[in-house]
Protein backbone atom coordinates (compact mmCIF):
# COMPACT_ATOMS: atom_id res chain seq x y z
CA UNK A 1 0.00 0.00 0.00
CA UNK A 2 1.67 3.55 -0.91
CA UNK A 3 1.81 6.27 1.46
CA UNK A 4 -0.53 9.09 0.35
CA UNK A 5 1.52 12.09 -1.22
CA UNK A 6 -0.12 14.19 1.46
CA UNK A 7 2.05 12.11 4.47
CA UNK A 8 5.56 12.46 2.97
CA UNK A 9 7.86 14.69 4.72
CA UNK A 10 8.38 17.79 2.51
CA UNK A 11 11.64 17.95 0.60
CA UNK A 12 13.62 20.84 0.64
CA UNK A 13 14.09 22.69 -2.32
CA UNK A 14 16.10 25.47 -1.70
CA UNK A 15 19.45 26.22 -2.80
CA UNK A 16 23.01 25.96 -0.37
CA UNK A 17 22.14 29.80 -0.44
CA UNK A 18 19.17 29.42 0.89
CA UNK A 19 19.52 27.01 3.46
CA UNK A 20 22.92 28.85 5.32
CA UNK A 21 20.11 32.15 5.23
CA UNK A 22 18.02 29.84 7.31
CA UNK A 23 20.61 28.37 9.36
CA UNK A 24 21.62 32.02 9.50
CA UNK A 25 17.97 32.83 11.53
CA UNK A 26 18.39 30.47 13.70
CA UNK A 27 18.41 31.60 17.35
CA UNK A 28 21.82 30.12 18.30
CA UNK A 29 23.03 33.09 15.29
CA UNK A 30 21.03 35.55 16.45
CA UNK A 31 23.77 38.52 17.90
CA UNK A 32 20.24 39.97 20.44
CA UNK A 33 20.61 36.36 22.03
CA UNK A 34 24.29 35.82 22.04
CA UNK A 35 24.59 39.00 23.40
CA UNK A 36 21.78 38.37 26.15
CA UNK A 37 23.57 35.22 26.91
CA UNK A 38 27.20 37.03 27.47
CA UNK A 39 25.30 39.46 29.55
CA UNK A 40 23.42 36.73 31.79
CA UNK A 41 27.42 35.11 31.84
CA UNK A 42 29.02 38.05 32.80
CA UNK A 43 26.43 39.04 35.47
CA UNK A 44 27.01 35.80 36.95
CA UNK A 45 30.13 35.90 37.23
CA UNK A 46 29.41 39.84 38.99
CA UNK A 47 27.03 37.96 41.70
CA UNK A 48 29.51 35.24 42.57
CA UNK A 49 32.46 37.57 43.14
CA UNK A 50 29.85 39.61 45.04
CA UNK A 51 28.69 37.12 46.93
CA UNK A 52 32.33 35.44 48.06
CA UNK A 53 33.26 39.63 48.62
CA UNK A 54 29.78 40.23 51.27
CA UNK A 55 30.87 36.13 52.88
CA UNK A 56 34.02 37.41 54.00
CA UNK A 57 33.17 41.00 54.73
CA UNK A 58 30.56 40.04 56.81
CA UNK A 59 32.60 37.24 59.00
CA UNK A 60 34.81 40.26 59.06
CA UNK A 61 32.37 41.99 60.80
CA UNK A 62 30.89 40.08 62.79
CA UNK A 63 34.20 39.38 64.35
CA UNK A 64 34.87 43.01 64.93
CA UNK A 65 31.74 42.99 67.18
CA UNK A 66 32.90 39.27 68.79
CA UNK A 67 35.85 41.16 70.03
CA UNK A 68 34.97 44.03 71.35
CA UNK A 69 31.24 42.32 73.33
CA UNK A 70 34.43 40.07 74.66
CA UNK A 71 35.23 42.99 77.12
CA UNK A 72 32.72 42.84 79.12
CA UNK A 73 28.95 41.93 78.90
CA UNK A 74 28.16 45.33 79.03
CA UNK A 75 29.10 45.77 75.21
CA UNK A 76 26.29 44.50 74.13
CA UNK A 77 23.91 46.38 75.57
CA UNK A 78 25.72 50.05 73.94
CA UNK A 79 26.54 48.88 70.66
CA UNK A 80 23.62 46.47 69.82
CA UNK A 81 20.13 49.07 70.77
CA UNK A 82 22.36 51.84 68.83
CA UNK A 83 23.40 49.83 65.97
CA UNK A 84 19.77 49.20 65.51
CA UNK A 85 18.50 52.46 65.47
CA UNK A 86 20.80 53.63 63.35
CA UNK A 87 19.87 51.21 61.20
CA UNK A 88 16.34 51.51 61.10
CA UNK A 89 17.01 55.67 61.21
CA UNK A 90 18.71 55.32 57.99
CA UNK A 91 16.27 53.40 55.83
CA UNK A 92 12.93 55.50 56.76
CA UNK A 93 13.93 57.16 53.43
CA UNK A 94 15.22 56.42 49.91
CA UNK A 95 16.99 52.76 51.70
CA UNK A 96 13.54 51.35 52.50
CA UNK A 97 13.80 49.00 50.09
CA UNK A 98 17.15 47.11 51.99
CA UNK A 99 15.01 46.68 54.89
CA UNK A 100 14.46 42.66 56.35
CA UNK A 101 15.84 39.87 54.17
CA UNK A 102 15.39 40.88 50.37
CA UNK A 103 14.03 37.92 49.01
CA UNK A 104 10.66 39.16 49.60
CA UNK A 105 11.53 42.34 47.29
CA UNK A 106 12.85 40.36 44.74
CA UNK A 107 10.07 38.32 44.58
CA UNK A 108 7.63 41.14 44.86
CA UNK A 109 9.69 42.60 41.77
CA UNK A 110 9.28 39.58 39.63
CA UNK A 111 5.71 39.43 39.92
CA UNK A 112 4.99 43.54 39.47
CA UNK A 113 6.36 44.11 35.87
CA UNK A 114 6.26 47.59 36.26
CA UNK A 115 9.98 49.64 35.58
CA UNK A 116 9.42 51.91 38.49
CA UNK A 117 8.60 49.63 41.27
CA UNK A 118 11.30 47.40 40.03
CA UNK A 119 13.78 50.38 39.90
CA UNK A 120 13.03 51.32 43.41
CA UNK A 121 13.96 48.05 44.68
CA UNK A 122 16.44 46.55 42.48
CA UNK A 123 18.49 49.57 41.57
CA UNK A 124 22.07 49.34 42.08
CA UNK A 125 21.72 51.70 44.94
CA UNK A 126 19.99 49.10 46.89
CA UNK A 127 21.83 46.63 45.93
CA UNK A 128 25.13 48.58 47.66
CA UNK A 129 22.92 49.63 50.47
CA UNK A 130 21.74 46.31 51.18
CA UNK A 131 25.01 45.06 51.41
CA UNK A 132 26.87 47.47 54.17
CA UNK A 133 23.51 47.57 55.94
CA UNK A 134 23.68 44.36 56.59
CA UNK A 135 27.19 44.57 57.12
CA UNK A 136 26.31 46.88 59.71
CA UNK A 137 24.15 44.75 61.27
CA UNK A 138 26.27 42.13 61.47
CA UNK A 139 28.53 44.57 63.37
CA UNK A 140 26.00 45.38 65.80
CA UNK A 141 25.44 41.61 66.65
CA UNK A 142 22.06 41.38 65.47
CA UNK A 143 20.89 37.85 64.50
CA UNK A 144 20.65 37.98 61.29
CA UNK A 145 22.19 36.03 57.69
CA UNK A 146 23.21 37.24 54.87
CA UNK A 147 21.82 34.82 51.89
CA UNK A 148 18.62 36.73 51.23
CA UNK A 149 20.56 39.92 51.43
CA UNK A 150 22.93 37.90 48.50
CA UNK A 151 19.71 37.20 46.68
CA UNK A 152 18.24 40.42 46.59
CA UNK A 153 21.80 41.54 45.80
CA UNK A 154 21.88 39.25 42.82
CA UNK A 155 18.79 40.32 41.19
CA UNK A 156 19.75 43.60 41.36
CA UNK A 157 22.72 43.48 39.72
CA UNK A 158 21.65 41.09 36.57
CA UNK A 159 18.45 43.20 36.64
CA UNK A 160 20.47 46.77 36.36
CA UNK A 161 23.12 45.64 33.69
CA UNK A 162 20.16 44.17 31.72
CA UNK A 163 18.08 47.33 31.64
CA UNK A 164 21.60 49.18 31.09
CA UNK A 165 22.74 46.77 28.12
CA UNK A 166 18.98 47.31 26.43
CA UNK A 167 16.56 44.21 28.06
CA UNK A 168 14.30 45.91 29.48
CA UNK A 169 10.87 44.74 28.27
CA UNK A 170 8.94 43.55 31.80
CA UNK A 171 9.26 39.83 30.35
CA UNK A 172 13.16 40.14 29.72
CA UNK A 173 13.60 42.15 32.76
CA UNK A 174 12.44 39.16 34.60
CA UNK A 175 14.37 36.86 33.41
CA UNK A 176 17.33 38.36 34.71
CA UNK A 177 15.56 39.25 38.22
CA UNK A 178 14.50 35.14 38.24
CA UNK A 179 18.82 34.13 37.14
CA UNK A 180 20.58 36.51 39.70
CA UNK A 181 18.31 35.53 42.72
CA UNK A 182 19.07 31.57 42.27
CA UNK A 183 22.62 32.95 41.25
CA UNK A 184 22.46 34.84 44.76
CA UNK A 185 21.62 32.04 46.64
CA UNK A 186 24.25 29.31 44.87
CA UNK A 187 26.97 31.83 45.65
CA UNK A 188 26.15 32.52 49.08
CA UNK A 189 25.64 28.71 50.08
CA UNK A 190 27.71 27.33 47.64
CA UNK A 191 24.84 24.84 46.58
CA UNK A 192 24.29 25.35 43.06
CA UNK A 193 21.31 22.87 43.05
CA UNK A 194 19.35 24.54 45.85
CA UNK A 195 19.97 27.69 43.75
CA UNK A 196 18.20 26.18 40.66
CA UNK A 197 15.40 24.54 43.19
CA UNK A 198 14.86 27.85 45.04
CA UNK A 199 13.95 29.55 41.58
CA UNK A 200 11.47 26.92 41.20
CA UNK A 201 9.77 26.75 43.91
CA UNK A 202 10.07 29.63 45.91
CA UNK A 203 10.59 32.73 43.14
CA UNK A 204 8.64 31.89 40.38
CA UNK A 205 6.89 29.17 41.30
CA UNK A 206 6.76 27.39 37.46
CA UNK A 207 10.02 26.80 35.24
CA UNK A 208 9.67 28.32 32.12
CA UNK A 209 11.22 25.62 29.42
CA UNK A 210 13.17 28.77 27.34
CA UNK A 211 14.59 29.63 30.71
CA UNK A 212 16.33 26.26 31.91
CA UNK A 213 19.35 26.62 30.17
CA UNK A 214 19.50 30.34 30.69
CA UNK A 215 19.01 29.67 34.35
CA UNK A 216 20.89 26.87 35.11
CA UNK A 217 24.12 28.53 33.04
CA UNK A 218 23.70 31.59 35.26
CA UNK A 219 23.83 29.53 38.68
CA UNK A 220 26.53 27.49 37.12
CA UNK A 221 28.93 30.45 36.30
CA UNK A 222 28.04 31.72 39.90
CA UNK A 223 28.79 28.41 41.52
CA UNK A 224 32.25 27.62 39.44
CA UNK A 225 33.24 31.63 40.66
CA UNK A 226 32.32 30.73 44.32
CA UNK A 227 34.60 27.13 43.99
CA UNK A 228 37.48 28.40 42.54
CA UNK A 229 37.32 31.34 45.23
CA UNK A 230 36.99 29.53 48.20
CA UNK A 231 37.17 26.07 47.42
CA UNK A 232 35.04 23.18 46.92
CA UNK A 233 33.89 22.96 50.59
CA UNK A 234 30.35 21.89 53.02
CA UNK A 235 28.92 24.79 54.45
CA UNK A 236 28.77 22.44 58.09
CA UNK A 237 31.44 20.41 56.75
CA UNK A 238 31.19 16.91 55.67
CA UNK A 239 28.66 15.18 57.83
CA UNK A 240 28.18 11.10 57.97
CA UNK A 241 25.14 11.13 59.24
CA UNK A 242 22.67 8.35 58.60
CA UNK A 243 19.05 7.10 60.04
CA UNK A 244 18.37 3.47 59.27
CA UNK A 245 14.94 2.40 58.84
CA UNK A 246 13.16 1.32 61.73
CA UNK A 247 12.72 3.10 65.32
CA UNK A 248 15.27 5.74 64.83
CA UNK A 249 12.55 7.17 61.91
CA UNK A 250 10.57 8.28 65.23
CA UNK A 251 12.80 11.48 64.29
CA UNK A 252 11.49 12.04 61.07
CA UNK A 253 7.55 12.50 62.96
CA UNK A 254 9.53 14.11 66.01
CA UNK A 255 11.36 16.84 63.81
CA UNK A 256 8.74 17.47 61.38
CA UNK A 257 5.97 18.50 63.72
CA UNK A 258 8.36 20.33 66.57
CA UNK A 259 9.81 22.24 63.15
CA UNK A 260 6.64 22.98 61.30
CA UNK A 261 4.92 24.20 64.12
CA UNK A 262 8.14 26.31 65.13
CA UNK A 263 9.14 27.67 61.88
CA UNK A 264 5.09 28.42 61.05
CA UNK A 265 4.73 30.37 64.76
CA UNK A 266 8.00 31.83 63.68
CA UNK A 267 6.22 32.65 59.93
CA UNK A 268 3.49 34.09 61.77
CA UNK A 269 4.21 36.54 64.07
CA UNK A 270 7.15 38.19 61.19
CA UNK A 271 4.35 38.94 58.90
CA UNK A 272 2.63 42.00 59.56
CA UNK A 273 -1.18 42.38 60.57
CA UNK A 274 -3.82 44.28 61.40
CA UNK A 275 -5.02 43.33 64.23
CA UNK A 276 -4.38 41.08 67.14
CA UNK A 277 -1.24 40.79 68.60
CA UNK A 278 0.78 41.83 65.70
CA UNK A 279 -1.14 44.78 65.19
CA UNK A 280 -0.47 46.24 68.56
CA UNK A 281 3.51 45.65 67.96
CA UNK A 282 2.80 46.84 64.59
CA UNK A 283 0.88 50.59 65.70
CA UNK A 284 3.67 50.34 68.33
CA UNK A 285 6.62 50.33 65.44
CA UNK A 286 4.89 52.33 63.29
CA UNK A 287 4.04 55.57 65.81
CA UNK A 288 8.09 55.31 67.49
CA UNK A 289 10.23 53.16 64.62
CA UNK A 290 13.21 54.31 66.13
CA UNK A 291 12.73 53.66 69.57
CA UNK A 292 11.18 50.27 69.03
CA UNK A 293 13.98 48.76 66.79
CA UNK A 294 16.32 50.18 70.10
CA UNK A 295 13.99 48.15 72.23
CA UNK A 296 14.36 45.01 69.56
CA UNK A 297 17.92 45.33 69.98
CA UNK A 298 17.92 45.64 73.55
CA UNK A 299 15.55 42.61 73.82
CA UNK A 300 18.47 40.28 71.96
CA UNK A 301 20.96 41.57 74.45
CA UNK A 302 19.05 40.27 77.29
CA UNK A 303 18.23 36.85 75.36
CA UNK A 304 21.83 36.53 74.97
CA UNK A 305 22.93 36.75 78.36
CA UNK A 306 20.85 33.70 78.97
CA UNK A 307 22.14 31.53 76.37
CA UNK A 308 25.56 30.22 76.92
CA UNK A 309 27.41 31.69 73.67
CA UNK A 310 24.80 34.53 72.97
CA UNK A 311 22.92 34.60 69.98
CA UNK A 312 24.21 36.89 67.75
CA UNK A 313 25.04 36.94 64.41
CA UNK A 314 24.13 34.36 62.10
CA UNK A 315 24.40 31.01 64.42
CA UNK A 316 26.41 29.75 61.92
CA UNK A 317 29.35 28.74 64.18
CA UNK A 318 26.52 27.55 66.65
CA UNK A 319 24.81 25.49 64.30
CA UNK A 320 27.85 23.63 62.82
CA UNK A 321 29.23 22.78 66.37
CA UNK A 322 25.96 21.49 67.57
CA UNK A 323 25.93 19.58 64.04
CA UNK A 324 29.53 18.47 64.68
CA UNK A 325 28.56 17.26 68.11
CA UNK A 326 30.55 19.38 70.08
CA UNK A 327 30.33 23.13 71.49
CA UNK A 328 28.59 23.84 74.67
CA UNK A 329 25.21 26.08 73.00
CA UNK A 330 23.31 25.48 76.23
CA UNK A 331 19.94 23.34 76.47
CA UNK A 332 17.68 26.54 75.44
CA UNK A 333 19.54 27.93 72.45
CA UNK A 334 17.00 26.53 70.45
CA UNK A 335 14.03 28.19 71.90
CA UNK A 336 16.14 31.81 72.85
CA UNK A 337 17.42 32.05 68.97
CA UNK A 338 14.11 31.74 68.12
CA UNK A 339 13.14 34.64 69.90
CA UNK A 340 16.47 36.48 68.84
CA UNK A 341 15.47 36.08 65.41
CA UNK A 342 11.92 37.52 66.33
CA UNK A 343 13.82 40.67 67.76
CA UNK A 344 15.53 41.30 64.72
CA UNK A 345 12.72 40.91 62.31
CA UNK A 346 10.61 43.28 63.84
CA UNK A 347 13.46 45.65 64.18
CA UNK A 348 12.78 45.86 60.17
CA UNK A 349 16.38 46.16 60.05
CA UNK A 350 18.34 44.84 56.92
CA UNK A 351 19.22 41.17 57.19
CA UNK A 352 18.36 37.24 56.66
CA UNK A 353 16.35 34.85 57.95
CA UNK A 354 18.54 31.65 56.12
CA UNK A 355 21.29 30.78 58.66
CA UNK A 356 19.68 31.95 61.80
CA UNK A 357 16.54 29.80 60.85
CA UNK A 358 19.20 26.96 60.50
CA UNK A 359 20.63 27.85 63.82
CA UNK A 360 17.14 27.39 65.41
CA UNK A 361 16.23 24.10 63.66
CA UNK A 362 20.00 22.86 65.17
CA UNK A 363 19.09 23.75 68.72
CA UNK A 364 15.48 22.34 68.55
CA UNK A 365 16.67 19.04 66.73
CA UNK A 366 19.43 18.73 69.62
CA UNK A 367 16.94 19.16 72.29
CA UNK A 368 14.93 16.20 70.70
CA UNK A 369 17.99 14.11 70.47
CA UNK A 370 17.71 13.70 74.01
CA UNK A 371 14.07 12.35 74.11
CA UNK A 372 15.63 9.92 71.78
CA UNK A 373 17.99 7.37 72.94
CA UNK A 374 20.29 5.65 71.14
CA UNK A 375 20.00 7.12 68.26
CA UNK A 376 22.79 9.72 65.84
CA UNK A 377 22.31 12.97 67.46
CA UNK A 378 24.01 14.37 63.83
CA UNK A 379 21.26 12.73 62.18
CA UNK A 380 18.42 14.35 64.00
CA UNK A 381 20.11 17.53 64.57
CA UNK A 382 20.59 17.96 60.77
CA UNK A 383 17.03 16.90 61.01
CA UNK A 384 15.79 19.46 62.96
CA UNK A 385 17.75 22.19 60.84
CA UNK A 386 15.60 20.92 57.23
CA UNK A 387 12.58 20.45 59.34
CA UNK A 388 12.32 24.17 60.63
CA UNK A 389 13.68 25.98 57.55
CA UNK A 390 10.94 23.96 55.68
CA UNK A 391 8.28 25.17 58.23
CA UNK A 392 9.20 28.93 58.21
CA UNK A 393 9.71 29.27 53.92
CA UNK A 394 7.23 26.62 53.28
CA UNK A 395 9.18 25.65 50.87
CA UNK A 396 10.16 21.84 51.23
CA UNK A 397 12.19 20.95 48.48
CA UNK A 398 14.40 23.86 48.99
CA UNK A 399 15.21 23.35 52.40
CA UNK A 400 15.82 19.94 52.18
CA UNK A 401 18.40 20.17 49.31
CA UNK A 402 20.26 23.39 51.05
CA UNK A 403 20.47 20.73 54.03
CA UNK A 404 21.99 17.80 51.97
CA UNK A 405 24.20 20.35 50.24
CA UNK A 406 25.54 22.11 52.89
CA UNK A 407 26.73 18.96 54.53
CA UNK A 408 27.52 17.09 51.48
CA UNK A 409 25.05 13.98 52.84
CA UNK A 410 23.35 11.95 50.88
CA UNK A 411 22.24 9.02 53.09
CA UNK A 412 19.90 11.30 54.51
CA UNK A 413 18.25 12.17 51.64
CA UNK A 414 14.36 10.54 52.30
CA UNK A 415 14.52 10.98 55.92
CA UNK A 416 14.93 14.73 55.39
CA UNK A 417 12.46 14.75 52.05
CA UNK A 418 9.88 13.19 54.63
CA UNK A 419 10.36 15.53 57.60
CA UNK A 420 10.25 18.35 55.34
CA UNK A 421 7.15 17.79 53.54
CA UNK A 422 5.40 17.00 57.31
CA UNK A 423 6.94 20.39 58.76
CA UNK A 424 5.61 22.29 55.66
CA UNK A 425 1.93 20.36 56.13
CA UNK A 426 2.14 21.51 59.86
CA UNK A 427 3.76 25.04 59.36
CA UNK A 428 0.55 25.99 57.00
CA UNK A 429 -1.56 25.33 59.43
CA UNK A 430 -0.21 28.05 61.54
CA UNK A 431 0.49 30.42 58.93
CA UNK A 432 -1.98 29.78 56.21
CA UNK A 433 0.60 31.90 53.71
CA UNK A 434 4.13 31.15 53.37
CA UNK A 435 6.39 33.82 54.95
CA UNK A 436 8.34 35.13 51.98
CA UNK A 437 5.23 35.29 49.54
CA UNK A 438 3.19 37.57 52.44
CA UNK A 439 5.54 40.07 52.74
CA UNK A 440 6.05 40.22 49.00
CA UNK A 441 2.03 40.84 48.54
CA UNK A 442 2.44 43.39 51.47
CA UNK A 443 5.10 45.41 49.54
CA UNK A 444 3.02 45.02 46.10
CA UNK A 445 -0.07 46.08 48.19
CA UNK A 446 1.52 48.96 49.69
CA UNK A 447 2.62 49.62 45.67
CA UNK A 448 -0.29 49.28 44.89
CA UNK A 449 -2.00 51.37 47.63
CA UNK A 450 0.64 54.57 46.30
CA UNK A 451 -0.35 54.18 42.74
CA UNK A 452 -4.18 55.01 43.80
CA UNK A 453 -3.02 57.63 45.94
CA UNK A 454 -0.92 59.24 43.09
CA UNK A 455 -3.62 58.50 40.54
CA UNK A 456 -6.66 59.88 42.42
CA UNK A 457 -8.11 62.87 41.85
CA UNK A 458 -7.07 65.82 44.25
CA UNK A 459 -9.78 67.12 46.70
CA UNK A 460 -9.84 71.08 45.00
CA UNK A 461 -10.01 69.13 41.37
CA UNK A 462 -13.91 69.51 40.51
CA UNK A 463 -16.29 66.42 39.54
CA UNK A 464 -16.11 67.35 35.72
CA UNK A 465 -12.38 67.32 35.90
CA UNK A 466 -12.16 63.87 37.21
CA UNK A 467 -14.39 62.35 34.75
CA UNK A 468 -13.04 61.71 31.82
CA UNK A 469 -16.22 60.63 30.06
CA UNK A 470 -17.82 63.85 27.63
CA UNK A 471 -21.24 65.52 29.47
CA UNK A 472 -23.98 64.80 26.42
CA UNK A 473 -25.49 67.94 25.46
CA UNK A 474 -29.36 68.89 27.30
CA UNK A 475 -31.98 68.08 24.86
CA UNK A 476 -35.22 69.78 25.24
Not at 16 to 25: I, Q, V
Not at 315 to 335: E, K, N, S
Not at 366 to 375: D, T, W
Amino acid sequence: MSTPPESLPPRSTGSPLDRLRELGRHEWMSPRQWRRRILFWAGAIVVGLSAVLFAKAADYAFELFSRAASHGWWVPLLVTPAMFALLCWLTQGALKATRGSGIPQAIAALKVEDEPFRSRILSLKVALGKMALTLAALLGGASVGREGPTVHVGAGLLYSMGRRFGFADPTAAGRFILAGSAAGLAAAFNTPLAGVVFAIEEMSGTFEHRMSGTLLTAVIVAGVVSLGVVGNYAYFGDITATLPLGRAWIAVVLTGVVGGLAGGLFARLIVPAAGGFRGVMGRVRAHQPVVFAAACGLALVLLSLLSANGLYGTGYAQARDILQGHGDTGPFFGVLKFLGNIASSWAGIPGGIFSPALAVGAGLGNNIAHFLPGSDVSSVVLLGMAAYLAGVTQAPLTAAVISLELTANRQMALPIMAACLLARALSSLVCRVPVYKALAENLIAQYEEERRRRDAPSENETIADADPLPVEPHTP
